[in-house]
């Protein structure tokens, strides 16, 4: 797990940002929110599928926060994600 996070780290280093993609054992495909009622039944170890460190070109924008009354209005809410 570290070493996911050490990876993803260096690559925010090289770019101007970098991401750790979660994988998560919930029954869900990628693009629909995380079943909390699924992972919440997991222990931590069997919750988490893999870690994927991901480097800026392989991250694209492609949804904001449009609310104007949330302290985090503009910034990406969604990414998408090229292997």
Known sequence: MWSSIVEADKRGI???????IIQLRDGQTWDKPVDTKVINRLSPQ????KLI???ECQLKPCEWNQDETDEN???????QFDE
């Open 14 to 20: 090289v770019g101007r940002y970098s991401a750790l």
């Open 53 to 55: 460190p991901a480097w």
């Open 46 to 49: 069997d919750a988490i599928v």
């Open 73 to 79: 209005y503009g910034q990406v809410t969604k990414y």
